[in-house]
C-alpha cells in the first residue's frame, strides 16, 4: 500500500527564517510526486510536480526536490504570505489505480512578521 | 469563469434530505475526480472519471452518487447522510487521467446536522 508521510505536522517560521518540510514516501513504483499549498476553507493550490530521484524544481521562495524515498520543500526567506498547509501526494506507475493520487497530512506552516 | 468552480460552497443539510453538488471545470480537460477531505485526516480519493466513464470507484457508500453528463461537469448526489460524512468535498480535474497534474476547485463544505 502507497504511504505518504509529512512532517512536521506544524512548523512556526519567523519572517525571513529558512526553513524544509519532508515527505517520505513508500510507493510500488513513482510515476509523480505532487506538492500542492491549501488555504484555510479553499482547494489545493498545485506547486510542482517531480517526476525521477535527483529531480529540482523551482518557483519565488519555494524550491522541491525529490530521492528516491522522500521530498523536501525548501523555503527560503519565507513571508507572512508563505502561510498555508502545504501538501504532498504520490503516484504509483504499477499496482492498483493507475489514476489515484496518495495525500500526506500536510504540513501547517506559519510564518510569523 | 476560469479554473475549477464548485456550488455550492457551503452546505447544511439533514440525515433525510437529497441534495447534490455541482463542479465545473473550465480547462479542457478529460478527466475529473472526486476527493473527500475531513480533519485531520488526509485527502480521500472518492470517484474517478475519465471521458465521461467512471474508471475508480474508491469503495465509496452508495449514498454518494456520482455523474458526469460531460467532460466539463461533475455531480455528487447525496442521500441518506450520517453525521460522519461532515467534510470538505474537493473537486479536481487533469488533462487525462493518469500522471497528470489535478488541479483543484476551492471545495464544498458540507455539514450534515
Known amino acids: 500500500e502507497d504511504q505518504v508521510t509529512q512532517s512536521p505536522e506544524a512548523l512556526r517560521l519567523q519572517e525571513g527564517e529558512s526553513s524544509s518540510l519532508n515527505c517520505s514516501y513508500t510507493v510500488s513504483g513513482l510515476r509523480g510526486l505532487f506538492w500542492y499549498r491549501q488555504d484555510p476553507g479553499k482547494g489545493p493550490e498545485f506547486l510542482f510536480t517531480l517526476y525521477s530521484a535527483g529531480e529540482e524544481k523551482e518557483k519565488e521562495r519555494l524550491k522541491a526536490t525529490l530521492t528516491k524515498k522522500e521530498s523536501f520543500l525548501h523555503i527560503t526567506a519565507p513571508k507572512p504570505e508563505d502561510s498555508a498547509t502545504y501538501l504532498c501526494?504520490?503516484?504509483?506507475?504499477?499496482?492498483?489505480?493507475?489514476?489515484?493520487?496518495?495525500f500526506g497530512k500536510g504540513t501547517l506552516l506559519t510564518v510569523n512578521p | 469563469e476560469t479554473g475549477v468552480t464548485q456550488t455550492p460552497r457551503h452546505l447544511v443539510m439533514g440525515m433525510t434530505n437529497k441534495k447534490s453538488l455541482k463542479c465545473e471545470q473550465h480547462?479542457?480537460?478529460?478527466?475529473m475526480y472526486w476527493y473527500k477531505q475531513s480533519a485531520k485526516k488526509p485527502l480521500e480519493l472518492m470517484f474517478v472519471y475519465s471521458l465521461e466513464e467512471r474508471v475508480e470507484n474508491n469503495s465509496v457508500p452508495s449514498r454518494f452518487s456520482p455523474e458526469c453528463p460531460n467532460s466539463s461537469h461533475l455531480f455528487l448526489h447525496l442521500h441518506t447522510l450520517q453525521p460522519e460524512d461532515s467534510a470538505l468535498y474537493l473537486c479536481?480535474?487533469?488533462?487525462?487521467?493518469?500522471?497528470?497534474?489535478?488541479?483543484f476547485g476551492p471545495g464544498t463544505r458540507l455539514t450534515v446536522l
Open positions: 480547462l479542457g480537460h478529460n478527466a
Open positions: 501526494a504520490v503516484q504509483a506507475s504499477s499496482g492498483g489505480s493507475n489514476y489515484k493520487l496518495t
Open positions: 479536481a480535474s487533469s488533462q487525462d487521467a493518469g500522471v497528470e497534474t489535478q488541479y
